[in-house]
């Protein structure tokens, strides 16, 4: 049985809520239109993962593997 939209999108939001970035991001396909308003579209895997890179959304330890 498939996951419904809400499904998905629940099972997203829990991963990057618990700064479980990498899974939220394998969840996206490489050519996604992500849309985070207020801040502009975003259209690539990739280019999400530099968006959160930049902005700095992910928690130092998730990025350096130090808290």
Known sequence: MSATPTEIA????????ANRVEEALAMLSDDVLYDNVPY???TGR???RGSISISG????SERTGRS
């Open 57 to 60: 959304w992910v928690r130092t």
């Open 46 to 48: 990739h280019n999400v």
């Open 40 to 42: 502009p579209d975003i």
């Open 10 to 17: 629940e099972t997203f939001i829990a991963h990057w809520n």
